[in-house]
């Protein structure tokens, strides 16, 4: 079993809670600090706590925010995530649009994303892009920064974001269509309905049609934004008995059709055309149960499956495969005096066949069980201590510790701070595979597990109108993969695990400003990561900028809202160009006008209103093919320049 010094740390806060037991003195309720008037409920930590009250941190993007973002891009929460604090959304294959969510500047891959706790979109990278979620169905948004293996297992190295659905309320049903179109050929339409049958009874369901027309914005001959048609349904069924017993239950259906590569009729340097395709057929269900049983108990069951098939055709590879992840999970959380813990057993089960590259199939099943225990030392200080083992059926035994302090030096100060280790099963998928494919990679080799540890500390002062917080955090990756290029051999690659481990430090920074109908957010990250360089020694990660910043707000008064942004992204190493070594900083900026009108709510975004963009200043495109297959380069800016989109909400 693998294990860290600083496990004792987290033995050691268990051992006090579980010391304390069943006879300590009631809970003081902790003293009122000045707040906004929201209270916000988190679901990612298993607590069902307002996040105020969390040991561990989490990054809350609320209802209100989340409608912002909606008519801004409703086919996908691309912005949604890479507007929050911390996040950052990475293109892995310009031509097709590929995204992951790098947490704090870790490799997507790393990035568990759930659905009401359950991993509807699979469990590894390479199962599904955020560019195939859409928003409009989601009351909010919950971010765990760093190691969260002790939570959700395997698969949360870099951390989580779980995506919150609306649920039905009793009164006037929610009846909505969104049409969209913007200025580059996308045509998104939506609907959305939320109907309360009765007290106990609830149904959902959000379906929609998304198109983007193909576009080669410097007329180069090759694809800049890819054409694609995707159509999805999530119908959802809620049974709540208003006594503590509740049962959610899903499905979800989508399918995509997405081609880049060169221009119809437009050849790649070479001569010849060259094709990239990826299809995209995803079915998935889930429950998730809760039930009230005696004294302060609630069992919770979660259970999901999630089949999808891909073909994907880059130059003359064809890939055609299919990934299974399931999940069962059963636990019980219970408050004894100063003592909130969690107690359950989950079994996993991840599944990959390729039919054209069948040397990278696998069969993975871990179960696990977990505890964690929050105690109220004081009405200021709660110190929380949790573990998970995973048992792998490939690897062996893995212990994920992990341990937090909140404390409130006073009513206007909260302070956190956490520590958390994790581990992650070797697989084929890395961020270059995604744009390579896995034809040009040698079959694994002798891999070892690739080993997380993560601290964070925290400090928010808030005090209506205001709220700052200041976040200083560092991960330590050890083996992690890496996608070699070889210059001889049969394969033009393998996946290896470095010598070195990637290290990341940073520090972030969040201030919001609310007062009646007027919300304004700075914020600001400062990111250093690096890794293994093979023979030279070490390097900068590439594409993390070492700074980026934000700044947004929004004005509502009467019917109408005005909202401005704007984003800077200081300079970042790149490694696949030959056009330069470093890329540029740049601002990106833009605005919103919504205005309600009856039943309608009429929109009108702009983006990027400055036309920065990666092609004004070099090719897209290499001037001979690479080993690997690529023509395309990195996209370390937009590819996509100005766009404006305008539409209307209906609701009825």
């Known amino acids: 079993m693998r294990t860290h010094s600083f496990v004792m740390l987290a033995v050691l806060l268990c051992s006090m809670s579980t010391a304390a037991a069943q006879e300590a003195p009631p809970q003081t309720p902790p003293e009122e600090t000045p707040e906004f008037e929201e209270t916000i409920v988190v679901s990612a930590t298993r607590s069902e706590r307002r ?17 912002e973002k909606v008519v801004m891009t409703p086919g996908d929460v691309s912005m949604l995530l890479a507007e929050t604090n911390g996040l950052r959304v990475q293109t892995t294959s310009p031509s097709l649009g590929g995204a992951s969510v790098r947490i704090q500047g870790l490799s997507g891959r790393y990035t568990q994303v759930l659905a009401d706790g359950l991993p509807l979109y699979g469990s590894q990278s390479g199962s599904v892009g955020i560019l195939q979620i859409p928003p409009m169905d989601l009351g909010q948004v919950e971010v765990i ?19 919150v659905s609306k649920r039905p ?37 959000i379906g929609g049609t998304y198109l983007q027309r193909r576009s080669d914005l410097d007329e180069d001959g090759w694809t ?16 709540d008995n208003g006594a503590g017993r509740s049962v959610l239950v899903t499905a979800g ?4 059709r997405r081609r880049g590569g060169t221009m119809p009729g437009a050849n790649a340097p070479d001569g010849r055309p060259f094709t990239e395709q990826l299809d995209t057929t995803r079915l998935d269900g889930g429950a998730l149960g809760r039930f009230l049983l005696a004294g302060t108990r609630i069992l919770s069951v979660r259970a999901s499956l999630s089949s999808q098939r891909h073909r994907r055709r880059i130059g003359e590879a064809l890939e055609r495969d299919r990934s299974v992840t399931w999940l069962g999970e059963t636990s019980v959380t219970a408050t004894n005096g100063r003592h909130t813990w969690v107690a359950g057993a989950a079994v996993q089960g991840d599944r990959f066949r390729a039919a054209d590259v069948p040397r990278f199939n696998f069969s993975y099943l871990t179960p696990g069980v977990f505890a964690q225990d929050d105690y109220a030392l004081t009405p200021r200080v709660t110190l929380s201590g949790g573990a998970r083992v995973d048992i792998h059926n490939e690897f062996g035994a893995f212990l994920s510790p992990r341990a937090a302090l909140l404390w409130r030096p006073a009513p206007v100060f909260t302070t956190r701070l956490s520590v958390g280790r994790g581990h992650f099963a070797p697989l084929p998928f890395t961020d270059d595979t995604d744009a390579t494919g896995l034809t040009p990679v040698a079959p694994l080799g002798d891999l070892d597990p690739e080993d997380a540890t993560s601290v964070a500390g925290d400090v928010t002062w808030a005090a209506a109108p205001w709220e700052v917080t200041v ?35 940073g520090s972030e920074l969040i201030g919001r400003y ?17 890794e293994s360089d093979g023979d030279a020694g070490r390097r900068e990660v590439p594409l993390n900028p070492r700074h980026t910043a934000t700044f947004d707000a929004m004005y509502e008064f009467g019917e109408t809202r005005i909202g401005f942004e704007a984003f800077y992204t ?23 006008l919504m205005q309600n009108v009856g039943p309608l709510v009429l929109f009108i975004n702009s983006e990027n209103l400055g036309d920065v963009r990666q092609t004004k200043t070099e090719p897209l495109v290499f001037g001979i093919r690479q080993r690997d297959g690529r023509w395309a380069t990195d996209a370390w800016a937009p590819l996509e320049g100005r766009t404006v989109n305008a539409g209307v909400r209906v609701r009825f």
Not at 183 to 205: C, F, K, M, P, Y
Not at 224 to 239: I, K, M, N
Not at 253 to 256: A, I, L, Q, T
């Open 224 to 239: 800049d934004l890819p054409t694609f048609r995707r159509v999805q349904a999530r119908p959802r069924l809620l049974w």
């Open 514 to 530: 609310r007062k009646g109908g007027f919300i304004a957010i700075l914020s600001h990250m400062y990111l250093w990561s690096t």
């Open 169 to 205: 309320t009793l009164g006037e049903p929610e009846r909505e269509i969104l049409l969209n179109q913007t200025s580059h050929g996308g045509t998104d339409a939506a609907l959305w309905i939320a109907q309360a049958l009765n007290e106990r009874w609830g149904v959902s369901l």
């Open 570 to 592: 200081g300079s970042q190493r790149l490694e696949e160009t030959p056009y330069r070594t470093e890329g540029s900083p740049y601002v990106l900026w833009g605005g919103l």
């Open 253 to 256: 259906v989508m399918d995509e």
């Open 145 to 163: 920064k760093g190691v969260a293996s002790s939570l959700y297992g395997m698969s949360a190295i870099g951390g989580v974001v779980n995506l």
């Open 51 to 67: 996040v105020e009250d969390e040991p561990l941190r989490v990054e809350v993007v609320p209802a209100e925010e989340v409608e």
């Open 471 to 505: 976040t200083l955090f560092q991960s330590r990756i050890d083996r992690p993969l890496m996608f070699e290029r070889l210059d001889a051999g049969p394969y033009p690659a393998h996946i290896v695990n470095a010598g070195e481990p990637t290290r990341t430090r």
